[in-house]
């Protein structure tokens, strides 16, 4: 008689187990291989950061740009300064001077001449004087117009001058024929010879192409126009007895009453 033994069958178990290792010792090779990839991409999350170590160096610049704009402010306040500095200096600009200028006198006008044939400018006759200069400008000596105009300011040269302005009358006549109006007309004061007209045009009172236009110009010590307007023999007188009443006060009205006066005396006589 036959014996039957069993077989042992293997543990079924112990297929499977190989696999989960297999599979374990698979992904555990995955993860080695894929953990430097890992690395190296929070290597390149981290690597944009590494500028940042400069950044308390940047803290510092700072304080760099303060100086232009500290130059800008100095540029500013020398700017406003050299403007201050423009105000006060002497008028430099072309044309005749306005009123309220200050002229720089050196060579202002160019040389001119008294009736007597000496040389002079008008900055001579500023500084020589004791307040300042009245000039009257006439087209030609010893005609109607301007006999009425110089016999006016002759009429008013004490009330004029008392404040301590010298009066002069200006033209482009010789030396010779402003002797003999000054002489005939009996003239307190000096008449100015321009033969080139470089200082009536200085002041603005010459015509084009040439010629002289009737007015009056008022300079004070300073080199400050005062006044500066054409006229008629009357009205020129008038524009200076107005400012001289206006700088004298009550004294310069006195003064300019008694012209008035004098001026009625010698019309009254002349008829």
């Not at 008028?91 to 006008?109: E, M, N, R």
């Amino acid at each position: 008689m036959v014996e039957l033994r069993k077989r042992k069958t293997p543990p079924p178990a112990a297929a499977p187990a190989a696999k989960k290792e297999r599979k374990a010792s698979a992904k555990s090779a995955a993860s080695k291989a894929k953990a430097p990839p890992t690395e190296k991409a929070e290597e390149k999350v981290e690597h944009p950061k590494e500028p940042e170590a400069p950044a308390p160096a940047a803290d510092e610049p700072a304080a760099h740009p303060e100086p232009p704009a500290t130059k800008a402010n100095g540029a500013k306040k020398g700017g406003a300064a050299k403007g201050a500095a423009a105000k006060k200096e002497p008028s430099t600009a072309s044309g005749p001077p306005k009123v309220g200028d200050i002229v720089s006198l050196d060579g202002f006008g160019g040389e001119i001449s008294t009736n007597d044939g000496n040389k002079t400018t008008l900055k001579a006759l500023v500084d020589e004087s004791k307040a300042g200069v009245i000039i009257f400008t006439y087209p030609k000596a010893s005609t109607p117009g301007c006999t009425t105009q110089a016999c006016l300011f002759r009429d008013a040269y004490m009330p004029l001058t008392s404040t301590g302005f010298s009066v002069y009358g200006l033209s482009t006549d010789t030396p010779a024929a402003n002797t003999t109006f000054k002489t005939k007309q009996k003239l307190p004061y000096t008449l100015l010879c321009d033969p080139s007209a470089s200082l009536i045009a200085a002041i603005g009172f010459k015509k084009a192409p040439k010629g002289t236009t009737r007015g009056v110009f008022v300079m004070g010590k300073d080199g400050k126009v005062l006044a500066c307007e054409p006229g008629g023999p009357a009205p020129t007188v008038e524009a200076v007895k107005t400012l001289v009443e206006t700088m004298g006060g009550k004294e310069g009205e006195k003064m300019a009453e008694v012209a008035d006066e004098v001026a009625d005396t010698a019309e009254k006589l002349d008829k």
